[in-house]
């Protein structure tokens, strides 16, 4: 189930411009992608909207921690859990700040992104199963 929310669009179309203009490693390019596709399950925005708010959430990260989010996978599990649901939650309050209504689609947001990072949670053990 994904729920319809609607966000500032005025927001959304500056962000998608500047956004076209960042240069993204492989390895960005690619987590961003894969975050977004979970969000995205959950929300009915444009997934560009859930990679902007995804990559904004990365830059967040790596200025607060100094570190690259490619360090992240490095990291032992814990740490690596924590740093994945701050990534998560730096991202959720980004997308509440955008939202056209704020007071009604909050709580849809909140269900949205934690049902996305329950669903990290077992893509990431499946992962481990396997390797």
Do not use: C
Not at 17 to 29: F, G, I, S
């Amino acid at each position: 189930m994904s729920y319809a929310i609607k966000i500032n669009e005025d927001f959304l179309n500056k962000a998608i411009k500047d956004y076209k203009e960042v240069k993204l490693t492989l390895e960005q390019e690619s987590m961003i992608i894969e975050t977004s596709r979970l969000i995205s399950q959950f929300l009915e925005i444009p997934e560009l909207a859930i990679q902007i708010i995804t990559w904004k959430a990365h830059i967040d990260w790596q200025k607060k921690h100094e570190k690259v989010i490619a360090d992240i996978a490095n990291l032992p599990p814990v740490e690596r859990l924590t740093a994945v649901k701050e990534l998560f939650n730096i991202g959720k309050k980004y997308l509440k700040d955008l939202l056209s209504n704020r007071e009604e689609q909050e709580l849809l947001v909140d269900i949205a992104f934690d049902k996305a990072f329950k669903l990290y949670l077992v893509q990431a053990e499946n992962a481990t199963r396997i390797s």
